[in-house]
């Protein structure tokens, strides 16, 4: 991976080009799925659970209903990497019918949690950040200003309520969204084989040479 300097706007790691990183772990890997926060969908008909990637149909029944962002924008890059915080199938959602993904919000020497970072507006990621975390809203810029690297704020209701600093890649800002929530409120769970086909979809998108 090469290193790249890229300009820095407020001191926040976002380029000239007012793009960052969005760092997926779970379903989000699947760039099919990524989509789905970016274009927006339609609730099933028959409101159904989410039947992941690779099921027939649309982008509704395969994921559910999403409002979309602003800008739809697809992503102009992704990258591979690896995180060194552990992850955890917990509670159960009601969009796929069992246990999700969670990022631990501290990290964990010694683990390699593969990711996908995508590369897209700012304004986009905060968009798809407000959809996980059920704000009726985007999370504004503001929230960027004082979150270093490894910190992070909650941003609304829902499970997914953490936007989550990572260590800037390639000079840039490195977002997530994962729970504040512990153990003892949202445990470990089981997830559904359409879930777990979701992320193992977007895992075989990965080129040869990044493996």
């Known amino acids: 991976m090469c290193s790249?300097?890229?300009p820095s706007v407020g001191g926040m790691g976002i380029g000239d080009d007012g793009q960052a990183w969005y760092v997926a772990y779970g379903s989000n890997q699947c760039r099919d799925r990524l989509l789905a926060y970016l274009d927006g969908t339609v609730a099933p008909i028959d409101g159904a659970p989410a039947a992941g990637m690779g099921a027939p149909g649309s982008a509704s029944a395969r994921y559910g209903p999403h409002r979309d962002c602003a800008d739809a924008t697809p992503p102009s890059d992704d990258r591979w990497i690896e995180l060194d915080r552990p992850l955890r199938f917990r509670?159960?959602?009601?969009?796929?019918?069992?246990?999700?993904a969670f990022l631990d919000l501290e990290p964990r020497p010694g683990t390699a949690t593969p990711a996908r970072a995508w590369l897209l507006g700012v304004d986009q990621i905060l968009g798809i950040v407000a959809q996980e975390s059920r704000r009726p809203d985007d999370v504004p810029r503001s929230v960027l200003a004082d979150l270093a690297p490894g910190a992070w704020a909650r941003v609304g209701t829902g499970r997914y309520d953490a936007l989550l600093r990572l260590d800037d890649l390639e000079g840039r800002l490195a977002l997530t969204v994962t729970t504040t929530r512990t153990l003892a409120h949202l445990p470990e769970g089981e997830p559904v084989p359409a879930y777990l086909a979701t992320i193992a979809a977007g895992r075989a998108e990965r080129p040869p040479e990044a493996r």
């Open 4 to 6: 790249v300097r890229v």
């Open 91 to 100: 509670g159960t959602s009601p969009r796929w019918g069992g246990a999700v």
